[in-house]
């Protein structure tokens, strides 16, 4: 089984709808991240959390939220998807030598 | 704004020939330092880290790190057609990774 678990693998969705995507790890890391990947962007950082109770906002917070439910679960929520937040999303954990370790990826697209 | 730079490129290079790929970084207090290799449509996978001065060498990867010019590189000996990717460069600056966009780099037979 995967050390960083994402799902759905694969999401389209309409302009307007909630989604939320999930992420779950069995690495016992405390710090976990989202990204998106455009091409020829890089990975932009969304949010991330150093533990349950710390949630901090990234390079590109605006229209997404999330939930840091465990030490191993960590969600994504877009709360009203629109088109130019089609993107590659991934989420990612590190231990303390900064090391960060990625999910499969979520390819969304937002019709 | 903390900045991680590399030539986007594709890089082409003959197979079993070395690979360099470079890249330049802006916060002079960065003090870890990562290349990370992509495949089409998967995630990056970590292949080396580097936190001090010098040369550190693992298999055909060598990662070099010259802090006082603030740029760190990548070394693939012996390319393989395998080793065509995506390279992303990323340095630790303020609590988090700041990402370079990559450099493909494609291995011709």
């Known amino acids: 089984d995967a050390d960083v678990t994402q799902t759905p693998r694969n999401r389209i969705t309409k302009t307007g709808k909630r989604i939320m995507l999930e992420c779950s790890q069995t690495?016992?890391?405390?710090?976990m991240y989202w990204y998106r990947q455009d091409p020829g962007l890089g990975l932009r950082l969304i949010y991330y959390?150093?533990?349950?109770?710390?949630?901090n906002k990234g390079e590109i917070s605006d229209g997404y939220s999330v939930s840091r439910q465990a030490q191993a679960k960590f969600s994504l929520s877009l709360e009203s998807a629109i088109p130019n937040q089609t993107a590659l999303y991934f989420c990612?954990?590190?231990?303390?030598?900064?090391?960060?370790?990625f999910g499969a990826g979520t390819r969304l697209s937002v019709l | 704004q903390k900045e991680v730079e590399q030539n986007s490129g594709p890089l082409s290079v003959p197979e079993g020939a070395i690979a360099s790929l470079n890249c330049t970084y802006s916060?002079?207090?960065?003090?870890?330092f990562f290349w990370y290799r992509q495949y089409s449509g998967k995630s990056p996978e970590l292949i080396m880290s580097?936190?001090s001065n010098g040369d550190k060498e693992d298999g055909r990867f060598t990662a070099q790190l010259n802090k006082a010019s603030q740029y760190v590189s990548l070394l693939i000996r012996d390319s393989q057609p395998s080793d065509s990717a995506t390279y992303l460069c990323?340095?630790?600056?303020?609590?988090?990774?700041?990402w370079g966009a990559g450099t493909k780099l494609i291995i011709k037979p």
């Open positions: 990612a954990t590190s231990d303390r030598s900064d090391k960060v370790y």
């Open positions: 690495k016992g890391h405390d710090r």
């Open positions: 959390s150093f533990d349950v109770k710390d949630i």
């Open positions: 916060d002079r207090g960065s003090q870890s």
């Open positions: 580097i936190y």
């Open positions: 990323a340095v630790h600056s303020n609590y988090q990774l700041i």
